[in-house]
């Protein structure tokens, strides 16, 4: 399916922006990635837009995990793959309390009697809840599943749990961590102190500030960090004015 169909059917749609959405559809067109894992999906958005390039390459597939209230988002992300007519490309994996279940039982399922777990994904994408805890361990045990030459990829890099603060966001508390970890991006902390830092991962980008790439390596290179834009002129645009009239997505 073409950018810009799949576009037309999910803009209206959160939390992932037409912007964002070509950056992922623009990179699995680009490496080809067999296999895919979303951890983290909310409406789905991001995996219309995976499994949109993952049709116009006619191979692969993705597996979005989430929580099993994410089955009442409206619209969930059954209803999305309805309109898309992407449904043979993507498996709904949903757990109760994190999805770091999730992957250790494919680790455990991908692992053979010594414990040397064999890795089966071109691409992870960590969508969660942005923190140092959960989404730290998250890569570690990401890392187990990843191919070599095969990318991870984590959302909101700069994002903070302040902004819920500032947001007054219902049901908020702001006693769930000291001020020092509330202030700080928790996706920054994890990419520059664990990813950046492990032995196996080079070619570190950072998109609009807002996706954190790495790509796993075999062997020591040189660690390089760039930063760049992506997103095109029309879709910046339209992301623009929708913050501006505090739209999310």
Known sequence: ?????????LALTPYTSPSK?????????????????????AHGVATNYIAAALQELNTGSITAVDLIKSKYEKPNIEELLEKTKLNKYVLIKREVQSYNWFLNKEIENNSDSSYNCKPI??????????????????????????????WIVFDDYMWSDYEKIDQKVPDYNPNKFDYDQIT?????????????????YSNFKITDDTLAWAQKIDGNQKKILSFESKASFKYKMIHTLKKILGRKY
């Open 184 to 200: 700080k991006p928790n996706i920054k902390e994890v990419f520059h102190k664990l990813v950046m830092q492990h032995p196996n």
């Open 121 to 150: 994904y071109d691409l992870i994408f960590i969508d969660g809840p942005k923190d140092w805890t959960i989404d730290g361990f998250a890569f570690f045990l990401s890392d187990k599943l990843l191919k070599i030459n095969g």
């Open 1 to 9: 399916m073409n950018f810009s169909d799949t576009a037309n059917i």
């Open 21 to 41: 959405g070509k950056i992922f559809y623009d990179h699995v067109l680009k490496y080809k990635p067999k296999k895919c894992l979303e951890l983290g999906f």
